[in-house]
């Protein structure tokens, strides 16, 4: 699957998601942050998952109704531990990903927002 990790996601992830077969683009290695809208069309118009930390691409989607790909959004998952996370979320949910779901990953829980359809 084609992802984007937000900066705000431990570049580290990056091994974890490659060993496992993911296609990864971190923002991270951009010459600069375009902000969240720019990151989420870019996810959209390269069919990538965005996986994040932060809540404004979920609201982005949800509230504003902006088009995705899919989002994983990692909350309180400790840095090393944010690859091997974002790793089993997207083999459970490729689907719904694919669908454009958006996915909360806490340390006890997670949360699956599903779309009827893809929006894009």
Known sequence: M????DTCVWGGARGSLTEAGHDVEWTGD?????GDEQILAHALANSRVVITQDKDFA???IVHGKPHSGIIRICGIRAEEQ???AV???KKFEDE??????V?????RIRI???SERRD
Do not use: F, M, N
């Open 113 to 115: 927002r599903v779309s």
């Open 104 to 108: 909360t990953v806490t340390t006890d």
């Open 59 to 61: 609201e982005l989607a």
């Open 97 to 102: 990903l694919a669908k454009g779901a958006i």
């Open 88 to 90: 089993s979320v997207l």
């Open 83 to 85: 690859g091997p996370v």
């Open 2 to 5: 084609k992802v984007l990790l």
């Open 30 to 34: 951009w010459q600069r942050d375009p």
